[in-house]
């Protein structure tokens, strides 16, 4: 017996990869402070918890809630749209709630992409965009993400005919892993390329509500066509810290979300409706929080960029997400630096290769973790010789 041969051309998740080699270490004895995953360590605040705990005592809750959620989670999603960025969305055609937005990236690719199909994805980028396309057996083509482009893709520089056999181009800001965002300007751009190319973009956008400086992120979908051409992945595991709830979303074009659908009816049976019940009460709820949250991530944000000046170690400050992205020191590759940093110091962060090529020459470095445990793996790190 053989597993699929797929398999062969999907790698193992980096991050359960990294994992098993935490456990080893932990094991050992080594205190590992975690600086390479962005899971929030703060809770989400209480009114979201007592939501879930109110609607998990009901006795109708516990049967399948349905395929495409809950009428009223449809609904808390157009409006937060409406609100958020002016953007008008029908709830019955151009929302759909998802298992967190992970699920959503890998069925889209089943969704959309035939075996052979192409898909434009961003190098460095989140690693599910390259995967989804592999499971459905397409190709994938990879964009640069430069620092001289302030880690925009150069859309211009993909070859005519790579864009004109491509069905879909990914991107994500303000982004993962680069911490870089973009202008409404640019996504103005990336609209007239779909319509250009007959491609469909999705744009991932779950750090749209961390930001600093008084930094506001905008949606692809406020361009006008863009609802055209385009769909915007959403989640409230970072912008409302609930990664673990498993609760984000999929707006924009009707066709690509009745697609999305399609995928999805075949392949799991929806939300559990406490969660999609506490889902809306953070949506509809008292937003204000979101500030003194975000005002400690900006405190962290501070705190390492402080120290990695210190050391030599440069990065650009973000205005927006949980990462922070720095240059590998001279002399070194990035997973060799990962890797001996975390065997001397147990402090763990992410090779910016886990992203792609061209992630080659960074690291990348996540706020989600205890100030302070920040503070002594800063500590460590300004005490390690490289």
């Not at 193992?12 to 080594?30: D, H, K």
């Not at 989670?73 to 029908?90: E, H, M, N, S, W």
């Not at 984000?248 to 799991?268: F, T």
């Amino acid at each position: 017996m053989q597993p699929a041969d797929r398999l062969n051309r999907l790698p193992m998740y980096v991050f359960a990869s990294l994992e098993a080699r935490i456990r080893a270490l932990q094991a050992e004895g080594v205190d590992v402070i975690r600086l390479d995953i962005g899971s929030p360590d703060l809770p989400p605040p209480d009114f979201i918890i007592e939501a879930l705990y109110r609607s998990a005592l009901n006795p109708d809750h516990h049967g399948y809630a349905g395929y495409s959620g809950t009428p009223a989670l449809r609904q808390a999603i157009a409006d937060t749209y409406a609100q958020r960025f002016g953007v008008t969305l029908d709830p019955a055609s151009e929302v759909l709630p998802l298992i967190g937005s992970k699920e959503g990236i890998v069925n889209m690719a089943l969704a959309w992409l035939d075996p052979g199909d192409l898909a434009l994805v961003p190098d460095p980028g989140y690693p599910s965009y390259r995967m989804g396309a592999y499971l459905a057996g397409g190709e994938v083509y990879a964009v640069p993400l430069l620092a001289a482009n302030d880690f925009l893709p150069d859309l211009e520089a993909i070859p005519n005919e790579v864009a004109d056999r491509a069905r879909l181009l990914w991107l994500n800001y303000p982004n993962n892993p680069t911490g870089a965002v973009a202008p409404l300007e640019f996504f103005e751009r990336v609209v007239a390329f779909a319509h250009r190319h007959d491609l469909l973009v999705c744009h991932d956008a779950p750090y749209a509500d961390i930001a600093f400086d008084s930094y506001r992120a905008p949606s692809l979908l406020q361009v006008p066509g863009a609802r055209e051409v385009a769909v915007e992945f959403n989640s409230l595991s970072k912008s409302h810290n609930m990664a673990g709830w498993r609760v984000g979303m999929a707006v924009g074009n009707a066709r690509a979300i009745a697609a999305l659908l399609h995928i999805k009816s075949n392949v799991d049976s929806g939300i559990f409706r406490a969660i999609q019940d506490a889902a809306v009460a953070a949506l509809t709820g008292d937003q204000s929080w979101l500030a003194e949250r975000n005002a400690v991530y900006q405190q962290r944000r501070d705190m390492i960029l402080a120290t990695l000046d210190e050391v030599g170690l440069h990065a650009r400050r973000p205005q927006a997400g949980l990462y922070i992205w720095p240059e590998v020191p001279p002399g070194y590759r990035a997973v060799e630096f990962a890797d001996r940093l975390l065997r001397e110091t147990g402090i763990s962060i992410t090779p910016g290769t886990a992203f792609g090529q061209y992630g080659e020459g960074y690291l990348r470095i996540s706020l989600g973790q205890d100030t302070g445990r920040i503070k002594e793996a800063l500590d460590r790190l300004s005490k390690f010789e490289f």
